[in-house]
């Protein structure tokens, strides 16, 4: 497990000799990558969303590609489309832009509800289908989709079917101003991204995305990530609560914040932590709690402190 910790804090490292004082960032989205998950990043322009992306698909040797939506991308160009060949007499497939590794999905609510669509089968099964041939992404494989929280003008929001397959939602947020002054005296010279280095590769990922699955989790646990979640079902102040892959969300998430912090067990903390993350994106607020103007990491904030949380001897394997 040493080994595993080694990486992870390697690649977390390395990320932030481009990206500044934004670790909780980095590690979540870092989180999510070996628990085989997606990430929304919800944040205004210019804090970073784009570098983030790049530098975790340079740290870990992986094939990057950006895809800036726009209402006039179509599904095709996602996913790409066959194309008959007089030569061959064939019809021959021509790959669409997201056959990468990891993928930045840019401004994902410019685009229409069709073009969102196209994404709902990669993102669950890592594959895609186009004139009924499958074709299998390359491992590990990860969709990060950035939204501008602000601007609605011209946006179509995401649906409720394709929110539910990111693993968290998370925000970068502004820097501080030391932290910004750094960046000035960094970026003096060039930009530090040219020259990032890759510090683990792919296998080793797949590697830390199955030892994610051997971390332990205590059925007090498992009951405790549960009642959270229906929580989310029966709170007063929510129309829509999470599903039950938001449940084994946070179960995947829960472990894998374990294992980063050099444990083979969850504890409550792990769920209490990893809650907000991926749970505040998958919540429907009633109409009463908007003009309230509540928010959905409150209102996840008051289930992790009316849920039980539970106490035992141990958490540990026995």
Sequence with gaps: MSNSIDILNRIVTNVEEVIVGKRKAVELILISLICDGHVLIEDIPGVGKTSIVSCLAKSINASFKRIQFTPDVLPSDITGFT???????????????????????????????????????VMEEKQITVDGTTYDM????MVLATQNPVEYLGTYPLPEAQLDRFLM????????????????????QNNPLDQLKPVSTSK????????VKTVYSDKTINDYIVEIVNETRTHPNIHL????RGSLSLFRASQAW????????????????????????????????KLKKLTPEEIIDSILHSVRVPMVDSYEKK
Excluded: C, W
């Design 204 to 211: 080793d990922i797949l590697d830390i995305q199955n030892k």
């Design 169 to 188: 939602k998370v925000s970068i947020g502004y820097p501080d101003k030391g932290e910004e002054s750094y960046i000035l005296s960094r970026f003096q």
């Design 241 to 244: 609560g999470a599903s039950p």
């Design 83 to 121: 194309m008959y060949n007089q030569k061959k007499g064939e019809f021959v497939y021509q790959s669409g832009s997201i056959m990468s590794q990891i993928i930045l999905a840019d401004e994902i609510n410019r685009t229409s509800p069709k073009t969102q669509a196209s994404l709902l089968e």
């Design 258 to 289: 374990a294992l980063y912090n050099n444990r083979n067990y969850v504890i409550p903390e792990d769920v209490k932590y990893m809650a907000m993350p991926v749970l505040s994106h998958r919540i429907i607020m009633k109409q009463e709690a």
């Design 138 to 141: 390359a491992k590990p494989f």
